[in-house]
């Protein structure tokens, strides 16, 4: 067999483009710069990279914890859920005044097509506070112990829907343009770099006219600095560049988005303890398990699936408009 022959065997070895590869690369390209398109092979030079990503994509959502039923019920039997709100009412609250859920709830062929329950990702941020507080050591309750308070806020649902399978698909979809708007951001800081720069080039240039043979010399030196800065970051902004960046930077997901497993033990109060110190046979105190989602913003999200009654998220939505409406009069 020639080297020929080989080469072409090896390269109808590789996957075929399927439709999926080919829509996220489409979007990736429209995110990103449009321009990209005009790169001879740019699909190819991608697939591997868009391949990788979505694969990894997928890694991530299958092992968010979840579903998790979230309730009252399910606030005074499940730690967990005792945990991620203050009282049972904070979780109606978090669902009437939920913009995803009225329209979700609004929609003919989200909730009235499911089976009575929804499904979504919970996000929310996590936040520890010293206090002083009171504590049962022994048989002797003490006050003014320091202590520290492990509280969440800023709850928020998305990609809602009456099928799981469909949740975990669109959540897929959310982190893949996660990444590709992640890139997006650091490409827009890179024209802006550039820009600033030509500005500099631009306002040396000028003074350059009315500077004296003393100052020129070194005002000139500084403009062929500046003019090498620029060129380099206009070459780096090149539609080839940009496309063999994306391709990196996709080809390495978990630099840009990844799941941190972490664990904590708090008591009913929400106080956190220190698991290695305390009594074992404490039932008061439970270790929970999070998993905190990192993105490019080194931004910390608490995430899990949760799954949804419709009939209470109903009765939350018809409770803050009623309030709404007495707010208003």
């Known amino acids: 067999m020639g080297i020929f022959s080989y080469l072409t065997g090896w390269r109808n070895k590789q996957p075929a483009l399927g439709e999926a590869e080919r829509r996220a690369i489409g979007h990736a390209v429209a995110l990103v710069d449009p321009l990209l398109n005009t790169v001879s092979g740019y699909q190819r030079k991608l697939t591997g990279a868009v391949r990788h990503a979505l694969a990894y994509c997928d890694g991530l959502v299958a092992v968010m914890p979840g579903p998790i039923a979230i309730n009252a019920r399910a606030f005074a039997a499940d730690p967990l859920v005792h945990a991620l709100f203050a009282t049972a009412d904070d979780i109606a609250a978090m669902l009437g005044k939920s913009r995803a859920v009225r329209e979700f709830l609004g929609d003919p062929a989200g909730a009235l097509a499911g089976a009575g329950e929804f499904h979504a990702l919970l996000g929310m941020r996590r936040r520890e506070k010293n206090v002083m507080g009171m504590s049962l050591q022994g048989e002797i309750v003490r006050a003014d112990i320091p202590q520290k308070l492990l509280y969440f806020f800023d709850h928020t649902l998305r990609e809602l829907s009456a099928d799981l399978d469909e949740t975990r698909r669109r959540l897929r979809q959310a982190a893949f343009d996660s990444l590709v708007q992640g890139f997006a951001a650091q490409l827009a800081e890179m024209r802006g770099e550039r820009q600033k720069l030509h500005s500099e080039w631009d306002m040396l240039r000028a003074r350059l006219k009315t500077r004296t043979a003393d100052t020129h010399a070194r005002d000139r030196q500084s403009l062929e600095a500046l003019e090498q800065r ?26 840009h988005l990844h799941l941190d497993p972490t664990t904590a033990s708090v008591d009913r109060m929400g106080v956190l303890s220190d698991a290695t110190a305390r009594d074992t046979h404490d039932s008061l105190v439970s270790t929970l398990s999070f998993s905190e989602l990192i993105g490019r913003d080194r931004r910390h999200w608490i995430v899990l699936i949760v799954r949804i009654s419709c009939e209470e998220a109903l009765r939350a939505v018809q409770r803050q408009q009623e309030a709404n409406r007495y707010l208003v009069i």
């Open 230 to 255: 620029l060129r380099l970051a206009t070459e780096a902004l090149a539609p080839e560049r940009v496309l063999n960046s994306l391709s990196d930077w996709l080809a390495a997901p978990e630099l």
